[in-house]
């Protein structure tokens, strides 16, 4: 069996899909993409496809090597994602080859269900509240807020209040036996997340997300040393190598996203070095099917898992959606919160793939928001 065809689709609302095809006419699908930039990683899959067009698809351990490496310069947001939409395709060829889920492939099941989040986003505490009533009537036990806006280098009194008061808000909502995780988007300065950690603790926040930009990653220990409540990071490191300065100083969450991070292979791999650290893994995935069919299957396989992103209802989708591109919504059928482990081969989920190629026709060119401070300068996003 070769690997006889490559193709990618630029579908709504933000996203890229890609399906390897074979001689035999097996197909895998995968979604390489950075969200903002998926023109840029559509051209880095036509540069990999070169590669892997007459190829096994079956030796997919030596592709990642020669995809990763065999270009000499290496890694980053744009090769990684494109190496791991291309791994998730041709994971789900073998598969469909072997008639075997992908957590069957990886040592198999170490779990039945898997717990999910829900977005909220609300920019109110009323709005907040209504949204977080609907999702735990719907089912959840945790969600995941955003606290903050544009923040100031050194927030102040009221930014400060302000935050506290969204969780608070939260916390009221959920009671004491559902989680709300609060993601900060890289938004504060070590300075203002030393006094808006201390501030939160009492709220009990599952963990908090990228309160500092990963570029000020060096800083973690003395954060993680102060910080009474776990810190999550992850969704901007594209490796081993890139996560190992974080486990290093201390996170309690590592959150790879199975498109950005090398894929199956190198997610799997990023668990396993998590797991020496003592931290759990949470994969990012505000993306489309394929990434969370990828994220599932590497849950059901992984022991020091904690919980799942999945983008139902999130605020960034318009014009399409999780389940836009599917034939069964089934996988993504979430009962009290969990997502329940099936035993279709490969991925485990069906591409619609007349509603990709209708979708492809259309396009799309989302672009992440540029914000401001008051007094013009360039603010965190
Ligand atoms: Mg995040």
């Not at 065999?70 to 789900?92: C, E, I, K, M």
């Not at 498109?259 to 190198?266: K, L, M, R």
């Not at 996988?331 to 081969?345: E, L, M, S, T």
Request: glycine share 8%.
């Amino acid at each position: 069996m070769k690997i006889a065809r490559i193709e990618t689709f630029l579908v709504p609302p933000r996203w890229l899909f890609c399906r390897i095809e074979t001689d035999d006419g097996v197909a895998g699908w995968g979604e390489p993409v950075v969200e903002g930039r998926a023109e840029v990683v559509r051209a880095a899959v036509d540069v990999l496809a070169e590669y892997l067009i007459g190829q096994d698809p079956l030796r997919i351990q030596d592709h990642w090597q020669v995809l990763t490496k065999g270009g000499f310069y290496r890694g980053g947001p744009v090769l990684s994602s494109a190496v791991a939409g291309l791994d998730q395709a041709l994971w789900d060829i073998a598969g469909k080859t072997y008639g075997a889920p992908v957590h069957a492939l990886l040592g198999g099941p170490v779990r039945d269900r898997v717990r999910v989040y829900a977005w909220v986003g609300g920019d109110e505490p009323t709005e907040l509240t209504e949204q977080i009533t609907a999702q735990v009537e719907a089912g959840f036990t945790a969600v995941k807020m955003n606290a903050a806006g544009a923040t100031s280098p050194v927030t102040t009194p009221a930014e400060t209040a302000q935050i506290v008061a969204r969780v608070a808000a939260a916390r009221d909502v959920l009671g004491p036996h559902r989680d709300v995780a609060v993601d900060f988007h890289g938004r504060l300065t070590v300075a203002s997340a030393r006094r808006v950690l201390t501030e939160l603790a009492p709220l009990h926040p599952l963990f908090v997300e990228e309160p500092v930009v990963p570029d000020h990653d060096h800083l973690l220990p003395g954060l993680v040393a102060t910080s009474p409540i776990p810190l999550a990071t992850g969704e901007r490191l594209y490796s081993r190598t890139d996560f190992l300065p974080a486990l290093t100083a201390g996170i309690a969450v590592a959150q790879p996203d199975l498109s950005h991070a090398g894929g199956i292979t190198e997610v799997h791999r990023i668990a396993s070095l998590a797991d020496t650290y003592g931290a759990q893994l949470a994969p990012h995935c505000p993306l489309g099917p394929i990434a969370l069919a990828a994220s599932l299957q590497i849950a059901f396989a992984t022991p020091n898992f904690l919980i799942q992103e999945q983008s139902r209802g999130i605020h960034y989708n318009k014009d399409a959606d999780l389940l836009s591109y599917v034939v069964d919504p089934e996988p993504f059928r979430f009962v009290a919160g969990h997502a329940h482990r099936g035993d279709a081969p490969g991925l485990g989920v069906t591409v619609d793939e007349a509603a990709v190629r209708a979708a492809d026709r259309t396009g799309h060119a989302w672009r992440n928001p540029v914000w401001r401070h008051a007094d013009g300068s360039f603010a965190e996003w």
